[in-house]
């Protein structure tokens, strides 16, 4: 198969190029992206990406393949690979430190900026801080979240304006402290996102929804965030 | 916090709203005036007339001459903050949207109570 790979090298290219390279899979198995990557790596040691857990738990290796973004360890040839051949490209929107490797500066900015911690002023008790069942119940399809970017960067408001819009990421994570029954800051938490750009800048336009490895649903999470400013106005 | 002093209402969830709000005054408008003039014979200039003449339909027009007002300005402000990224030449696109928009407000009333 014929494998297109985004290839950068501040330090030696004075610009980004595509390097297309020809690999038989051993076997002729369905073998995961990230098993290519290594394949390649191979042939080329020079090529660069990140990577760690090898199982869609750390968030590392989220890259574009052919066009959509993607956990390349959890992602299969045949999930992706069109007419025998596969693009490789560094998740788009964020400035390429080299190859596959994006710098996360911007986007971990914008998860810092909704303090992504409980905040609690009353006195803490003897023991931990009890949550119902239901209340606990509010948190699943939030803290799933793995911080691995790609639904951001596949976010055209994010890419437009990476400084100002929070971001899909950042924005399900501000709800998970949002929803969570033990967190305090609430209104603080609401005061902060009021602006034309933090939450408003989504058009839903879905990609996030569409991109996410964990089957995560930002989206949603924003139109909940929207509810809650709504009803807290006057 | 982002701060803006452009935008409409300075508050993400005031344009918001404003912007869902117009938008239904538009879509109630484009439904009587699509209705009117598909089921209706086409109306003679008298009736022409008659019907903008009446206090009902002046405030209905000038509702929806004012929503699309409102909803042009929060939409194209998006618009030129997205795309438009130098200072100065978003501050023209800006200022080009704000004057027409005023532009197209007066001369809509000068039209409507000029009948």
Not at chain 1, 117 to 143: F, H, K
């Amino acid at each position: 198969m014929l494998v297109s790979v985004y290839r950068y090298n501040p330090e030696t290219d004075d610009a980004p190029y595509m390097q297309d390279i020809h690999i038989d899979i051993p076997g002729g198995k369905d073998i995961m992206v990230l098993d290519l990557l290594q394949l390649l790596k191979d042939k080329d040691p020079s090529l660069g990406y990140r990577r760690s857990c090898r199982e869609g738990v750390c968030g590392s290796d989220g890259m574009n393949m052919n066009g959509t973004n993607g956990l390349a360890c959890i992602t299969p040839l045949s999930a992706v690979v069109e007419k025998d051949k596969l693009v490789l490209r560094p998740l788009p929107g964020l400035p390429v430190i080299r190859d596959l490797v994006v710098d996360m500066t911007q986007f971990y900015k914008q998860y810092e900026k909704i303090k992504p911690y409980l905040i609690n002023d009353t006195p803490a008790p003897a023991i931990e801080r009890l949550q119902s069942p239901e209340d606990r119940a509010e948190l699943d399809g939030l803290y799933e979240c793995i911080l691995c970017a790609c639904c951001s960067t596949a976010c055209p408001s994010f890419w437009w304006n990476p400084d100002k819009f929070v971001g899909p990421s950042g924005l399900l994570q501000a709800y998970r402290f949002l929803a969570d029954s033990r967190d305090t800051a609430t209104r603080e938490r609401l005061a902060e996102l009021d602006d034309p750009f933090s939450v408003f800048r989504c058009h839903g336009i879905m990609n996030c929804v569409n991109v996410c490895p964990k089957g995560l649903n930002p989206t949603k999470a924003i139109g909940k965030i929207r509810n809650m400013l709504l009803s807290q106005a006057t | 916090m982002v701060t803006s002093i452009t935008s409409f209402g300075r508050s993400g969830l005031y344009d918001w709203m404003i912007q869902r709000v117009t938008a239904l005054v538009l879509v109630a408008y484009t439904v009587f005036m699509v209705c009117y003039l598909a089921f209706g014979d086409v109306p003679t200039y008298e009736q022409w007339k008659g019907l903008f003449e009446g206090t009902a339909m002046r405030i209905f027009t000038l509702l929806a001459l004012l929503s699309m007002a409102a909803h042009a300005w929060i939409g194209l402000w998006s618009v030129s903050t997205d795309y438009i990224k130098p200072t100065g030449a978003r501050f023209v696109f800006q200022s080009v949207c704000g004057l027409l928009t005023f532009i197209y407000v007066v001369w809509g009333i000068q039209i409507l109570w000029g009948i």
